[in-house]
């Protein structure tokens, strides 16, 4: 729905509001036409069902205004007697039109003096849950949201099991768009995997004002903008979600509007310098390993470096298979007379392989492919195991379509790609067929015009034109560890409409998160660590601690401390 088309439905909600409450205002001592004047109406509202009066910026936050509308309902009948279970559930199935009932009766009697605290129990819980809820859906959707960390992209920056904190106001927090959702889910709803949301009627793009930019480099979370599906990495053609319910993906902003980005073997450059990554940042750079005697992945793991390791299982069956299954990344080759897999640097653990007598053998290649910070690279150069470690890339291009911009003309790789500009707001650019598929995802999908390319002629919005103007910011978001990324080299710029927030700090990290509950480990080093910052990490999860236990001790000497008495 446009703007205009919600300040049509206000409008009508005004009208609806007054036939049905006309006589109610009368009984509680106001004018009868208060209740169809804008926004002034629900002040009286909250004046005669006695609460306090900015319940009415409730209203008017979305996913929120759907919880406190059936309250108000409630509570208005209860104003005028209306108080019996019955009522109650009357009011909230018929969408508050149960009122009318009340405002065409022959008796309308307000109860000036009614008690407002719940009859029950049961209705004491009720209260209370709604208004946490309400509380908590509007600091996870305007201030702070956690999110955990499902894959290894970021990898070695931010580790899989790492829990963030993300902060919705530092770039101004995007209000939803989906008007009518279950609140504090994404988009399904834990546990039944039924959507959470309904498609229509869908709010006008808005954000908050925030009080920074994004800068280059910087981790942000973002909606992905090629989702097309309902879990991560599931593929259901034709599934089409609003933004705010994309999946959301964690990745740095190596580039910012108007920059031109190029990544020349492997190396990212910006505006023809090579780009320079923050202290913390942990790039993954591919690196070929030779070793006359085979490259033994478990001597590379004692240096303390964590890479994956090949084996061959012997006599594998069904059941052991299932056994060591959480501890595979890939079955290398699934012929049981030579099964391989590969696993991370710890390999499957003693116990499970002991347990069910599973014999591994650890398979040394003489020549090997590693990913490595380049800090870990030299670690290994410095130890002596190798014969050789230097840098590989891909050189080879090849027309494909691959890599965006997905198209037959250009022979882009991962190593060696664009050189592309940054869409920038209000900036123009002249379009021809060579370009346009840089920018015909922008101009169709992003911004919602209509393109067509007839005999050789640009139509865009049924006018032949050779420019366009950006009506937003465009990012590029990549990994750290790049080649295993998914990231603005599969599917392109990121808009703004798609910037969620940016992550603060880890407030909990989880070593082996996706191996069974036994097999956790807490990094305690990482627990309440910052992120975006310079210099080396540091956990402030005593300082958490102290404060907690600080708030904890206060409160418990408040209710102690008895009031003087004389």
């Known amino acids: 729905m446009t703007i205009f088309q919600w300040f049509i439905f206000f409008l009508i909600i005004q009208v609806v509001h007054g036939l049905g409450t006309w006589k109610l205002y009368k009984s509680a001592g106001y004018k009868s036409f208060y209740s169809i004047i804008p926004i002034y109406n629900a002040l009286v509202l909250m004046k005669i069902i006695k609460r306090p009066w900015w319940w009415i910026f409730l ?35 018929s969408l508050g039109l149960f ?27 009720i209260s209370s849950i709604i208004f946490a809820i309400i509380l908590a859906t509007i600091v996870h959707t305007y201030f702070i949201q956690p999110y955990i960390i499902p ?7 931010l580790l899989v099991g790492d829990f963030l904190f993300v902060s919705k106001f530092h770039y101004g927090a995007r209000v939803p768009q989906t008007a009518i959702s279950f609140p504090m889910v994404h988009d399904t709803i834990v546990g039944t995997g039924l959507r ?17 930019k994004i800068k280059r480099n910087e981790i942000v979370t973002f909606s992905w903008p090629a989702d097309t599906v309902r879990k991560f990495f599931v593929k259901e053609k034709g599934v089409k ?43 993954v750079y591919s690196f070929k390993a030779y070793n006359s005697k085979g490259v033994s992945t478990s001597n590379i793991v004692r240096l303390g470096i964590n890479i994956q390791r090949k084996f061959k299982v012997s006599d594998i069956t069904q059941n052991k298979y299932i056994q060591i299954q959480p501890y595979i990344l890939r079955i290398v080759d699934n012929n049981p007379e030579n099964f391989i897999v590969l696993t991370g640097s710890k390999g499957i653990p003693y116990d499970i392989r002991s347990k069910n007598r599973i014999e591994l053998t650890e398979l040394t290649d003489y020549a090997r492919e590693l990913l490595l910070t380049e800090e870990e690279a030299k670690i290994i150069k410095e130890s002596k195991l190798l014969d050789s470690l230097n840098r590989s890339f891909k050189t080879f291009k090849s027309y494909n379509t691959s890599f965006f911009p997905n198209d037959i003309k250009y022979n882009w790789n991962e190593d060696n790609f664009g050189p592309i500009i940054l869409p920038k707001k209000g900036t123009k650019i002249k379009l021809n067929i060579t370009n346009l598929p840089l920018y015909k995802k922008i101009i169709r999908d992003y911004e919602k015009n209509t393109l067509k390319l007839v005999n050789g002629e640009i139509i865009i919005n049924n006018i032949i034109t050779d420019e366009y103007t950006f009506n937003q910011d465009y990012y590029w978001m990549m990994g750290d560890n790049r080649y295993r990324s998914e990231d603005s080299r599969s599917w392109g710029f990121v808009p703004k409409d798609h910037i969620v927030g940016k992550p603060v700090f880890i407030w909990m990290s989880i070593e082996g998160i996706n191996d069974g509950f036994k097999n956790w480990r807490i990094r305690w080093d990482r627990v309440f660590t910052t992120i975006n910052l310079d210099g080396e990490p540091k956990s402030y999860r005593w300082y958490f601690l102290f404060g907690i236990l600080f708030s904890l001790g206060l409160s418990e000497y408040n209710k102690r401390k008895k009031p003087k008495t004389k």
């Not at 209306?82 to 909230?92: A, E, Y």
Request: a positive charge.
């Open 99 to 125: 009122i009318y009932t009340i405002n065409y009766s022959n008796k309308v009697d307000y109860k000036n003096d009614r008690d407002l605290n719940p009859k029950t129990g049961l209705g004491e819980w």
């Open 151 to 157: 894959t290894g992209s970021l990898e070695k920056t």
């Open 59 to 93: 209203l008017f936050i979305p996913i929120v205004n759907l919880l406190i509308f059936p309250v108000i309902w409630v509570e208005t009948c209860r104003s005028f007697g209306k108080n019996s279970s019955i009522d109650t559930w009357l009011s909230v199935i």
């Open 241 to 283: 979600k609003p933004i705010d319910k994309k999946s959301n993906y964690v990745k740095r902003c190596v580039a910012i509007p108007s920059d031109t980005l190029e990544i020349i073997n492997g190396i990212i450059h910006i505006n023809g310098k090579i780009s320079k990554m923050p202290y913390r940042a942990k790039p």
């Open 196 to 212: 959470s949301y309904l498609n229509k009627p869908q709010i006008p793009y808005l954000r908050l004002p925030g009080f920074e």
